[in-house]
């Protein structure tokens, strides 16, 4: 109907600019249009009409002399047109696996076959082509989609790049849009904007999810100490399946480390769960995270994803200063005797300048009490602060407790006490910043009474106080627990803090007992008592919830700190991908950034392949350095970082990551209408749904991409036209006949 009316279709009034095809001058037109408004005005002034009704006729008249002006001046569209049979269009078939999914590769080689292929080449020379990993010419429309990898960006390209010796006059891509290169990035976009061929995209694919269940992503820490509880992030989506109860698993292997009932959420809803689960001996361990297939699932691949986790024999050393003897003292020693991944140092002030020290490794260790300079310090992970004054401190060593946490990133826990916290004086040191309680400006906040303890909603999740794996038993232990022995009022959480557990004290009410913060690279903790020991003396000797208690405790304070050298990757696996970016954290042996630093990673992969990647200097970040490496293999590598200045060792560090293929194109399979949207309107082509590609061939017509001709298309003569000229006169005599002006 638009073509009748238009005489053309709309492409050509969509990319054709308005031209007037008569070389009169336009000078000459004003003077008419001009001339017609007062020929008009007179026309209906002078008759015995009301001032609007002759205005409106007057308005009318004008209007009719103003359209029979402007055909005399042949109103026109002039448009690029490619030349018939000399311009060449690709057609590029996504046959990815994803593309294999709903019937979208049948759908897809069914409009080839049907309309599109044949219509385009009574025009076009046609290049058929199929993408995926790469480009690759096909002889005929693709029946099977079976590439692993979809690589729009570079297929385009490719596909593009053909014009330097090819007279390509438009790419038409079928495809579901997605792509595991992250999208179509700015500089391929830019690109395919500079080689100035259009490209339309044909959508295949539903838009929106569909009876499917999908673990978009599975965050799990990156190393652990060996026989630790490690915890999961899983994040979930569905469609179909909402308020369906399904089992989320952990497996290594065949053996299952964990499993846990979760409630799907709502069609089209987000849901995260937590699973905890034994991280095992120490070794590199490739976890499979996985929920249970539901019936009626149309894709089953994207329920599972493999993450790892590299679980280090390590033994961190923590350092407890205790002002006096205290039972709480005895049996945190006690626990973390019973942990052989760490090893406790404690000093005990017996007198003011005398000492019990325990754990040492030689006798120099310690032997002049609390360290007062960073080699001292910093060769511990974790410090523990118990029962004493601030004011035992000097200056220098309570500006290196703090600098042990911002610059070295270790852990620091601080325990109540009746010389601890308010009572010591440290709320008003240079410490009291990095608390994660603002510590009351008084004294009288310790309190030798009885406390029960219970945990916040925070406290259910962490793995801080997990003694029970099970939510509802954990919740249970924790108020069967005896009466703490005493506490401490430690004021109101920062900002930043987590309040795990809370405590009651009779009528004094609810303060806070365990919380966290992090600190700078560090991290510090605050528990708010000196009598947990009687969840040990109070209880049946079997039962190991103090031991779990501080094992958990006392691992999260020491187990996550780096050395001075630590290297990372964006992620643990790559799925399809190849691009690794390896990134390292470089201190000095004071723990400061070091800049001059000569960094170098040794990569081991699959089937004995190494390398050797040296890294370099982030700008603007000082002690970072970064390389991009190319892992071509699928498998698991194993990456060593090693760093020094001048002539000094720094240290060094080592990494597992692992590479797919054939992954990634089982996640996120609806279609995505969004990329194809842009990808077209950028380029200059069109998005077009699968069964409306009628003008796909009159659209790619109109280019001037390949060899083309401009055409002036007469527009005066369309049927509108002459409809719009009947219309007004018509309208203007059936007023003049109402209203008697005939």
Not at 308 to 321: A, E, G, T
Not at 553 to 560: E, K, N, Q, T
Not at 692 to 721: F, N, Y
């Amino acid at each position: 109907m638009f073509e009748f009316l238009f005489k053309y279709p709309w492409p050509v009034y969509r990319k054709g600019t308005l031209v007037l095809a008569n070389p009169w001058p336009l000078w000459m037109l004003g003077i008419g249009l001009a001339a017609a408004v007062g020929y008009a005005l007179w026309l209906f002034l002078r008759k015995p009409l009301p001032r609007r009704r002759a205005l409106a006729l007057a308005g009318l008249e004008w209007a009719v002399l103003a359209v029979l002006l402007l055909f005399l001046w042949q109103p026109a569209l002039s448009v690029a047109t490619l030349k018939p049979q000399q311009n060449v269009v690709s057609v590029l078939v996504d046959t990815s696996a994803s593309m294999g999914l709903d019937g979208r590769i049948g759908a897809a080689q069914r409009l080839l076959n049907s309309s599109l292929l044949p219509e385009l080449r009574k025009r076009f020379p046609v290049r058929v082509y199929e993408a995926g990993r790469g480009l690759q010419l096909a002889g005929a429309a693709p029946a099977a989609a079976t590439q692993p990898v979809s690589r729009l960006g570079e297929a385009l390209e490719a596909a593009a790049a053909e014009a330097s010796t090819l007279p390509i006059g438009a790419i038409v891509l079928l495809s579901d849009g997605a792509d595991n290169a992250g999208g179509i990035s700015a500089e391929t976009m830019d690109t395919l904007r500079r080689s100035r061929i259009p490209i339309h995209a044909v959508g295949f694919g539903p838009e929106r999810m569909r009876d499917d269940v999908e673990i978009t992503d599975a965050q799990v820490p990156a190393r652990a100490l060996p026989d630790s509880r490690v915890s999961a992030t899983v994040t979930l989506r569905q469609a179909g399946y909402g308020g369906r109860m399904a089992r989320l698993t952990v497996k290594e292997g065949s053996k299952v480390l964990a499993a846990r009932d979760v409630k799907l959420p709502g069609d089209g809803e987000g849901a995260r769960e937590e699973i905890s689960f034994p991280a095992g001996a120490a070794g590199a361990k490739a976890l499979e995270i996985s929920i249970a297939l539901q019936s009626g699932e149309i894709n089953g691949k994207n329920n599972a994803l493999t993450r790892l986790l590299d679980v280090r024999d390590k033994r961190p050393r923590i350092l407890y200063f205790e002002g006096e003897p205290r039972w709480e003292m005895k049996f945190i020693r006690r626990a973390a005797e019973l942990d052989k991944n760490l090893h406790l140092v404690s000093i005990l002030r017996t007198t003011q300048n005398k000492f019990y020290r325990q754990g040492i490794e030689n006798p120099k260790e310690l032997e002049r009490g609390f360290p007062d300079t960073i080699d001292e310090l910093f060769a511990y992970q974790a410090l523990i602060i118990g029962n004493v004054e601030a004011g035992y401190f000097n200056a220098a060593q309570q500006s290196l407790i703090q600098e042990f946490v911002d610059r070295r990133g270790g852990g620091v826990l601080f325990l109540g006490g009746r010389a601890a916290l308010s009572e010591g004086g440290w709320n008003h040191s240079p410490v009291a910043q990095m608390l994660p309680m603002t510590l009351p400006d008084r004294r009288g906040t310790f309190h030798r009474e009885p406390a029960t303890a219970e945990l916040t909603s925070a406290g259910r999740d962490s793995l801080i106080t997990r003694m029970e794996e099970d939510a509802g038993k954990n919740l249970s232990k924790w108020k069967a627990l005896p009466y703490l022995a005493d506490y401490q009022e430690t004021g109101a959480a920062k900002p930043g803090a987590l309040v795990l557990a809370e405590l009651t004290a009779g009528g004094r009410g609810r303060f806070p007992l365990l919380a966290t913060q992090p600190y700078g690279r560090g991290r510090v903790a605050l528990f708010a008592t000196g009598g947990s020991w009687r969840w040990q003396m109070a209880q049946d000797s079997k039962d190991m919830s103090h031991e779990m208690f501080w094992r958990q405790l006392l691992r999260w304070v020491a187990g996550d700190v780096n050395d001075r050298v630590t290297l990372s990757t964006a992620r643990q696996v790559y799925s399809d991908e190849t691009r690794v970016a390896l990134r390292a954290e470089v201190r000095d042996r004071n723990y400061l950034p070091a800049a001059d630093a000569v960094v170098e990673a040794s990569v081991i992969g699959p089937n004995g392949s190494s390398a050797v990647v040296p890294l370099l200097p982030v700008k603007n970040e000082p002690g970072a350095y970064a390389a991009e490496w190319k892992a071509e293999a699928a498998g698991s590598y194993v990456a060593e970082v090693s760093a020094r200045q001048g002539e000094t060792d720094l240290g060094r560090d080592t990494l597992t990551f692992r590479r797919e293929d054939g992954v990634a194109e089982n996640f996120r399979t609806e279609q995505n209408r969004e990329l194809l949207e842009r990808l077209a309107q950028q380029t200059g082509g069109r998005y077009y749904e699968q069964g409306a590609t009628s003008a796909l061939a009159a659209e790619i017509e109109l280019s001037d991409a390949g060899i083309s001709v401009k055409e002036v298309r007469e527009i005066w003569s369309a049927p509108v036209a002459f409809l719009l000229l009947a219309g007004l006169k018509g309208a203007a005599w059936l007023l003049r006949r109402r209203w008697g002006a005939v």
